[in-house]
């Protein structure tokens, strides 16, 4: 059996790996932020660095996101 390193996400979209999802550009904002918070995403623009400043300090602070599944 063949092992295929791929990931299908959730919408159903199948991407080379885990690590390429979560660094595609068209993701919605509640994920970016969740994937930034946790160091799984890389910033991808000026916005998404901004984020990611503002998550830093929040967790310097002692603030920390939450996250709903769905």
Known sequence: MANHKHYIAPDGREYPSYAAY????DLDTDIIQSMLSSGRRKPQNDI???????????KRQGKYLEYYPE
Do not use: G, H, R, S
């Open 22 to 25: 979560c660094n595609v550009p």
């Open 48 to 58: 998404e660095k901004k984020m990611l400043q503002e998550i830093e300090n929040a």
